[in-house]
């Protein structure tokens, strides 16, 4: 049962900030570590990422990233990281993440992907009109099926927290540093998410989002 998460976005082997992460949950007090996916591609060390989180008992799921690193696909990338350099360990732990995992709340189920469910490459954006969202075939799945209350997901790098046809969507944005390297605790017992600024070399208050308010208006897809 999820009380109060502290979330992790796209890790993208970003080490020292996913250290200091885990250190800022432990000082706050979170009840569990959740982490999107795109564990993998970056310049830092995969191996001990994998080992952090292993150590930390965080729920993860696997992202595209981490995908093409065990297919051999996309090693053309920049920091891709190599096959041949994880070593067992990681590469079982990578083996054995999920695809999703459903969890529970007080406020209801809660979905724990990448993207959108099973499809790792898609997402909705802050800025996403309602005829984007229509013609996004992932999303439109999400809303039929309806399998949670809630999506926490990644892979956009765009923190956000959105409800569009009853559905919650909080997108964990990302560690790397290319884009705004965030981290989040969702608190399901006081509905808010808070918003954690990781650039520099510290940990700030950046904005606290509420889940009836979210980071925009609640809409539905007739708007």
């Known amino acids: 049962m ?38 993998a591609d970056g310049p830092g060390d995969l191996t001990e990422a994998c080992s952090l989180l292993r150590a930390e008992g965080a729920l993860v799921v696997a992202g595209n990233h981490d995908r093409w690193l065990l297919a051999g696909e996309m090693r053309d990338l920049p920091d891709a990281t190599r096959l041949d350099a994880l070593t067992p360990e990681a590469h ?15 406020r209801g189920s809660v979905l724990l ?52 046809d009853g559905l919650t969507i ?12 965030i981290c989040s605790i969702a608190d399901f017992d006081k509905g808010e998410v808070q918003l954690y600024d990781l650039r520099g070399s510290g940990v700030s208050i950046a904005e606290c989002w509420s889940f009836e308010r979210g980071s925009r208006p609640t809409q539905t897809l007739a708007e």
Do not use: Q, W
């Open 170 to 181: 909080l997108n964990a944005g990302t560690l790397h540093p290319m884009h705004r390297p």
């Open 92 to 106: 079982r732990f990578l083996s054995a993440l999920p695809k999703t995992r459903l969890l529970e709340s007080g």
């Open 2 to 39: 999820l009380r109060r998460a502290g979330i992790i976005g796209d890790i993208h082997c970003e080490v020292v900030r996913l250290k200091r992460v885990l250190e800022h949950f432990h000082s706050v007090g979170v009840d569990t570590v959740l982490a999107v996916g795109d564990i």
């Open 113 to 164: 992907c990448h993207g959108l469910g099973d499809d790792d490459m898609a997402s909705v954006r802050p800025d996403d009109t309602c005829e984007a969202l229509l013609a996004n075939a992932a999303f439109v799945k999400l809303l039929k099926s309806r399998p949670a209350r809630f999506v926490i997901n990644g892979h956009s790098h765009r923190p956000m927290l959105r409800t569009i």
